[in-house]
């Protein structure tokens, strides 16, 4: 048996799944290291556990690595240390690193966490992305915007998705923000040059270096459009056919990509645009499954269980690519302004023309106060053996169907 601990610091519902596939893997000893008490650990997982150990910081390196000593205690020495969550890697490459545990190094896990790290390393090799800039201090801001010109876009070096990311459209920005929260050699800022076109995620799996899977999806329209316009409800699209020539350019340009930060095995999830003139850039990436239901997604579109080919992933360093055999889209329902929610309009029309394309659905709850971010208050999610029937269903979706606030 493979003892093995999973670094869960709080069992959200989709961590969840997560340590429950990798807890049912054949000839697997899972260990499972939280800030949960044990009593607090769902039933049907607690079951299935052969140790659990808790610690108070689930960010700290010292208390995980304390933990896993604990736990080969438990259930003898441990041979892979995993976890799902994107703040928690470069830990995890350093308890590797200390106890001897095979997996992502910590130089790998820092190219992946610190942005500004990242596009240094994929500019030194060729990679087409934005121009940046760690911005310390109000001048070296002001000189980045001298040097791209604006829009700029402005986020934290290891931030996740499009959380505390904004646009700086004119010299008028750049002063709102060096007057309110100037960048510091504490508090860095990372700036991009914007780029345009259209955008969306590519997520892949190497082995040994070698691309052996990957998905494709648009997002429609970007998500730094919807942050800028609350009246806007997102949607995500996995195209059914996404070998043709048109993402060429991005398979091409992904696997250096990820090679260039030193990966050699393990699930990414990338973000990507294509410029007016079809050229691709890669925006950055993070080595872990999607997150805003596009795991979900991920098994709808291919009839897989991501969650446990993910799990195998990590334990064996093995994976079985899934064919894809749907189109998938999701809409996220956003109430515009603030408050709570009322009702949700429009669903019941939709349901005679739509509703045996729905897989999946999480409707906003009347009384409850809206979350305020892009991904709205819930989502419907649609699939179809064509794209464009798929495409049609987000635009009615989101055309007919109304979160009213009050």
């Given amino acids: 048996m493979a003892a093995v601990a999973f670094v869960a610091p709080y069992l959200l519902e989709t961590t969840?799944?997560?340590?429950?596939?990798?807890?049912r893997l054949p000839g697997v000893e899972l260990g499972l290291v939280t800030c949960e008490p044990v009593e607090n650990v769902p039933p049907r997982l607690r079951d299935l556990l052969a140790g659990h150990w808790r610690i108070g910081d689930g960010l700290d390196a010292g208390?995980?690595?304390?933990?896993?000593?604990?736990l080969s205690g438990q259930i003898g020495p441990v041979r892979r240390l995993v976890g799902v969550l994107e703040q928690i890697q470069v830990q995890l490459a350093q308890v590797r690193e200390h106890?001897?545990?095979p997996g992502t190094d910590v130089a790998t896990a820092h190219n992946f966490r610190d942005k500004a790290q990242m596009k240094s390393v994929w500019r030194a090799a060729g990679i087409p992305c934005a121009r940046h800039r760690l911005a310390d201090s109000a001048?070296?801001?002001?000189d980045f915007a001298d040097e791209v010109g604006f829009p700029i876009v402005v986020k934290p070096p290891a931030g996740a998705g499009a959380k505390s990311t904004f646009r700086l459209d004119d010299p008028g920005d750049l002063q709102v923000w060096?007057?309110?929260?100037?960048?510091?050699?504490?508090?860095a800022a990372m700036m991009e040059e914007f780029l345009t076109g259209e955008e969306g995620s590519f997520d892949s799996v190497l082995v040994d270096g070698e691309l052996v899977w990957h998905s494709l999806s648009h997002y429609l329209p970007t998500p730094l459009e919807v942050l800028r316009n609350p009246w806007i409800q997102w949607t995500v699209l996995f195209p059914r056919h996404i070998d043709g020539p048109q993402y060429a350019g991005l398979r091409e340009v992904v696997p250096p990509a990820l090679r260039a930060l030193g990966l050699r095995t393990g699930f990414t999830h990338l973000e990507w645009f294509r410029r007016p003139n079809g050229a691709?850039?890669?925006s950055e990436v993070a080595v872990r499954p999607p997150g805003a239901q596009i795991s979900s997604m991920l098994n709808f579109a291919h009839d897989f269980d991501l969650y446990s080919a993910w799990a195998r992933l990590q334990v064996f360093g093995r994976f079985d690519p899934p064919t894809r055999k749907w189109a998938v889209g999701t809409a996220f329902l956003r109430g515009q302004g603030s408050g709570h929610i009322r009702a949700v309009r429009g669903l019941d029309e939709l349901q005679h023309d739509l509703g045996h394309l729905v897989v999946e659905v999480s409707l906003p709850q009347?009384?409850?106060?809206?979350?305020?971010?892009?991904?709205g208050d819930g989502y419907v999610t649609v699939r179809h053996t064509e794209t464009p029937v798929v495409v049609e269903a987000l635009r009615r979706?989101?055309?007919?169907v109304t979160v009213e606030l009050g």
């Fill in 16 to 23: 969840g799944r997560f340590v429950e596939a990798a807890a």
């Fill in 63 to 70: 208390q995980i690595a304390g933990a896993v000593q604990g």
């Fill in 99 to 101: 106890l001897g545990i």
């Fill in 139 to 142: 001048q070296a801001a002001a």
């Fill in 178 to 187: 060096l007057d309110s929260a100037p960048p510091s050699p504490d508090h």
């Fill in 280 to 282: 691709v850039a890669v």
């Fill in 366 to 375: 009347p009384g409850r106060t809206t979350t305020g971010i892009y991904e």
């Fill in 397 to 400: 979706l989101v055309t007919d």
